[in-house]
Structures are given as structure tokens and as C-alpha cells.
T-cell receptor, first 112, second 112 residues
Framework: DGGITQSPKYLFRKEGQNVTLSCEQNLNHDAMYWYRQDPGQGLRLIYYSQIVNDFQKGDIAEGYSVSREKKESFPLTVTSAQKNPTAFYLCASTAQGFYGYTFGSGTRLTVV | QKEVEQNSGPLSVPEGAIASLNCTYSDRGSQSFFWYRQYSGKSPELIMSIYSNGDKEDGRFTAQLNKASQYVSLLIRDSQPSDSATYLC????????????FGKGTRLSVIA
């Protein structure tokens, strides 16, 4: 079945650590997105990519980095520069054009 | 800054009633409009998309769009307890390559 797989489901980060969240899709979608969701804040865009080897910053890119070396994969690294990383992270993808997104099941990141 | 506004709720309706969810958006050039349902702790699920003025019906769901008033709504007929969730309104810009902007969501509670 086609879909988006995010891993891990839960992730714990110690202060000063970088951690990487995985996002893989087999929908043959060109565009991929990372959103962060905090309680009462809705979804906020971190980074997006519309083609391999190219990506753009979203509204809250500081403290995060991404890569897009393959069409299927769009990993997100939460760096130690992100001071408040505890949140629910959602990866999404879509075909080019005016289409809605398909979301992965999310990764819940907690700082310990 | 493009904005999508929703009443946070909670909106409480009795089982079998019609639930009406509303959304306004700031970008007059927006072309595509989506409603997502998100259960607590889960990722958003696309339930309706609408692209032109008027009504679009799918089962118990009806999406309504009025571009002149920059207003989108979602009606849920014969509401069921399983409809209890947060409903997110999402809007694109005037280009298919523009990332979706999400509202903060309206929490719906259907009382049995």
C-alpha cells in the first residue's frame, strides 16, 4: 500500500543533542513538507521541498535542517540550536498542483 | 503573512444534529481549500477539498466556499460521537506550489 512512513513514533532528546526524524513516501509525490504542531498552535511549516536536491525554509526553520537526496525521502534534523523542540512533528507529501496533502503518522519528540 | 482563522471551540452538538464549522482566510488569491479531521494524538486526515464557489457534498459532509467573502465552511449532518475530533481548515495560495496554510482548528464534541 502507498503511503508515508515516519519513524520513530516517539523520540527523546537530551539537551545539546541533534536528532534526525525519518520520513519516507512511496506515493511518487514530488513535494514533501515538515510541520510542527504544538497544543493550541495549529500546524506550522518548518521546511518544504518540491524537487530533489532543493528545499525552502518555512515559517519556523531556525534550529532545523533537512536534505532531499532522493524523491522518496525527506529527513528532518532537530539541532541543538532549537531551544524548544518538544512537539509533534508531521511529514506530508503531495503531487504538484492544487492537491491536499497526505500525512505520515507523526513523531512525538520530547526533551529529557 | 497569510492567515487562516477558525474558532477554537469546543463546539458541542448532540448526536444526530448538524455541526457547522467555519473558516476565514486572508489571501484573496487562494485557489484550493481543504478540511482535515484530526483525532487526539493522531495525524490529520483529508476529508474534503473544494476549489470553486458553492457547495460540495460527500456523504454526511458538505463543504461550502464563498471566495468573495473569503469564507469556507464544513457541515456535518447526522453527527456521530465518532465525529468528535479537531477539524483543521487549510488553504493554498494562488500557485499550486505554495504550501498549505493551516488554521489552528476547531474542536468538535458530539454528545451521545
Amino acid at each position: 500500500d502507498g503511503g508515508i512512513t515516519q519513524s520513530p513514533k516517539y523520540l527523546f532528546r537530551k539537551e545539546g543533542q541533534n536528532v534526525t526524524l525519518s520520513c519516507e513516501q512511496n506515493l511518487n509525490h514530488d513535494a514533501m513538507y515538515w510541520y510542527r504542531q504544538d497544543p493550541g498552535q495549529g500546524l506550522r511549516l518548518i521546511y518544504y521541498s518540491q524537487i530533489v536536491n532543493d528545499f525552502q525554509k518555512g515559517d519556523i526553520a531556525e534550529g532545523y535542517s533537512v536534505s532531499r537526496e532522493k524523491k522518496e525521502s525527506f529527513p528532518l534534523t532537530v539541532t541543538s540550536a532549537q531551544k524548544n523542540p518538544t512537539a509533534f512533528y508531521l511529514c506530508a507529501s503531495t503531487a504538484q498542483g492544487f492537491y491536499g496533502y497526505t500525512f505520515g503518522s507523526g513523531t512525538r519528540l520530547t526533551v529529557v | 503573512q497569510k492567515e487562516v482563522e477558525q474558532n477554537s471551540g469546543p463546539l458541542s452538538v448532540p448526536e444526530g444534529a448538524i455541526a457547522s464549522l467555519n473558516c476565514t482566510y486572508s489571501d484573496r488569491g487562494s485557489q484550493s481549500f481543504f478540511w482535515y479531521r484530526q483525532y487526539s494524538g493522531k495525524s490529520p486526515e483529508l476529508i474534503m477539498s473544494i476549489y470553486s464557489n458553492g457547495d460540495k457534498e460527500d456523504g454526511r459532509f458538505t463543504a461550502q466556499l464563498n471566495k468573495a467573502s473569503q469564507y469556507v465552511s464544513l457541515l456535518i449532518r447526522d453527527s456521530q460521537p465518532s465525529d468528535s475530533a479537531t477539524y483543521l481548515c487549510a488553504v493554498t495560495g494562488d500557485s499550486g506550489n505554495t504550501p498549505l496554510v493551516f488554521g489552528k482548528g476547531t474542536r468538535l464534541s458530539v454528545i451521545a
